[in-house]
């Protein structure tokens, strides 16, 4: 398995067809809700504001996904729904996911700081990456989460 087989692809939302839409949000359903054990809203009404990278394997089958948003005058930009497939986990793909959803929000809203809600076993993944932990520990889902910043000046 190598990491060049792999096609990174953004879309908006309206930009999906019927079929690649079921794909990913079935993609996600399968890793956040099912495997990891957390019943959530992830239809949270956010995705269609949103930019979605797709990643896919040499098959064609998604190897990961992240969705990423700008400033919009009432929240930050994000990046989040950050997943990779069991099978891609450990390739590095997560590092090479991460900073092209930084870059895709750089190139798009320049200076803009980026939010996380990141799950809190990955803290110093994201800190690799710049981010930076601000607040206390909150629940969602039932997994432990931590509000992280890349950009602010005025984070600790």
Request: with cysteine; net charge negative; charged share 20%.
């Amino acid at each position: 398995m190598t990491l060049p087989d792999l096609e990174f692809k953004w879309l908006s939302f309206d930009a999906f067809d019927a079929f690649s839409l079921y794909e990913t949000l079935r993609f996600r359903q399968d890793i956040f809700i099912v495997e990891q054990n957390s019943a959530y809203p992830d239809l949270d009404g956010l995705d269609p504001v949103c930019a979605h990278l797709l990643v896919r394997n040499g098959a064609g089958r998604l190897a990961g996904y992240l969705r990423a948003r700008g400033p919009d005058g009432t929240a930050p930009a994000f990046i989040g729904r950050i997943v990779i497939a069991p099978d891609w986990r450990g390739t590095g793909l997560g590092q090479r996911l991460v900073a092209a959803g930084m870059a895709h929000l750089a190139q798009h809203h320049p200076g803009a700081p980026i939010c996380i809600g990141a799950q809190q076993h990955l803290i110093r993944f994201y800190a690799r990456f710049g981010f930076v932990v601000d607040g206390a520990p909150y629940d969602d889902g039932g997994i432990p989460h931590v509000t992280m910043w890349q950009g602010r000046t005025d984070v600790p």
